[in-house]
């Protein structure tokens, strides 16, 4: 059974910056187009960044320029650099495919304040 499991999020001054891993199991993790979705209190989630499996990257217009997807296929992990955080981007992050995406992880909580 496949499974996601994200981590490195945390609580984090505005201005500063996290790194978040995201380790896939139990699929063949490098065909896939992978991507970040993040998901605020009271809001839909929203998809934030993604990356094909030769490493071309798309990003959300909030958030690029600010973050870097980036994948390790001999590790099935996909990481999400985070700089020059904003409060608007407290959110849970979750990963997952952009295609027949499997069943969501719990997520890792990043909260941006002061």
């Known amino acids: 059974q496949v499974q996601l499991v994200e981590s490195g999020g945390g609580l984090v001054q505005p201005g500063g910056s996290l790194r978040l891993s995201c380790a896939a199991s139990?699929?063949?993790?490098?065909?896939?187009?992978m991507g970040w979705y993040r998901q605020a209190p009271g809001e839909q989630r929203e998809r934030v960044a993604t990356?094909?499996?030769?490493?071309?990257?798309n990003y959300a217009d909030s958030v690029r320029g600010r973050f870097t997807i980036s994948r390790d296929n001999a590790k099935n992990t996909v990481y999400l650099q985070m700089n020059s955080l904003k409060p608007e981007d407290t959110a849970v992050y979750y990963c997952?495919?952009?295609?027949?995406?499997?069943?969501w992880g719990q997520g890792t909580q990043v909260t941006v304040s002061s």
């Open positions: 997952n495919r952009v295609v027949n995406q499997i069943s």
């Open positions: 139990g699929s063949i993790f490098s065909i896939y187009v």
């Open positions: 990356i094909s499996s030769g490493g071309i990257t």
